[in-house]
């Protein structure tokens, strides 16, 4: 059992062991208003188990995917679209949004999500994290090493190789712009 902290930490300086190449329906550095549903494509080099986090311009984070009582697996070389038919939705915060994908070998079982069915206000169906004091604290560090491509070690894993954890993984990101689009 991993916190999503320790999963983004796990991976985050770390190379991939096979391809993943995710977008949104708008693309790498496209412009949506806040609200606004997209899509999320991709495809693994590799079959695993698919992960998402939403990180909003002001730092906050949710699991987007899986969503409570989902199939996360994904097929190797073959395209995949999440979510299905009630989308997801752009956070209000302007500036620059980004997913960050993840698909590993092995499943994770995520441990402080919030046990409550209505997920988080900004991301229907996404899962908030509940995080002890000093956990939100290390959080925090980890967002903010992560903006800035630093060295990232999660201190309850003593440096444990993600593959021993996770099996082969894969990671990437898409970026994206939230706020007002003028069409002059």
């Given at each position: 059992?991993?916190?999503?902290?320790?999963?983004?930490?796990?991976?985050?300086?770390?190379?991939?062991?096979?391809?993943?190449?995710?977008?949104?329906?708008?693309?790498?550095?496209?412009?949506?208003?806040?609200?606004?549903?997209?899509?999320?494509?991709?495809?693994?080099?590799?079959?695993?188990?698919?992960?998402?986090?939403?990180?909003?311009?002001?730092?906050?984070?949710?699991?987007?995917?899986?969503?409570?009582?989902?199939?996360?697996?994904?097929?190797?070389?073959?395209?995949?679209?999440?979510?299905?038919?009630?989308?997801?939705?752009?956070?209000?915060?302007?500036?620059?949004?980004?997913?960050?994908?993840?698909?590993?070998?092995?499943?994770?079982?995520?441990?402080?999500?919030?046990?409550?069915s209505g997920g988080d206000e900004r991301q229907p169906g996404a899962q908030r994290f509940?995080?002890?004091?000093?956990?939100?604290?290390?959080?925090?560090?980890?967002?903010?090493?992560?903006?800035?491509?630093?060295?990232?070690?999660?201190?309850?894993?003593?440096?444990?190789?993600?593959?021993?954890?996770?099996?082969?993984?894969?990671q990437d990101e898409v970026a994206f712009y939230v706020g007002p689009t003028t069409d002059?």
């Open positions: 059992m991993l916190s999503p902290v320790e999963l983004l930490s796990l991976v985050t300086n770390e190379t991939s062991s096979f391809t993943l190449d995710v977008t949104v329906d708008k693309f790498d550095g496209g412009k949506y208003e806040p609200g606004e549903p997209f899509v999320i494509r991709g495809t693994s080099a590799k079959a695993g188990f698919l992960y998402l986090f939403y990180l909003d311009s002001e730092g906050h984070v949710a699991v987007l995917f899986p969503r409570r009582d989902s199939d996360n697996r994904v097929p190797a070389r073959q395209p995949f679209q999440v979510p299905g038919p009630e989308g997801f939705r752009t956070w209000n915060a302007p500036g620059t949004h980004r997913v960050k994908a993840i698909v590993s070998q092995r499943p994770c079982l995520f441990s402080s999500l919030s046990p409550s509940h995080l002890p004091p000093s956990q939100e604290a290390m959080f925090h560090d980890v967002l903010r090493r992560y903006g800035r491509h630093e060295p990232i070690r999660s201190p309850e894993l003593g440096g444990v190789p993600p593959q021993q954890i996770l099996g082969k993984f894969a002059e």
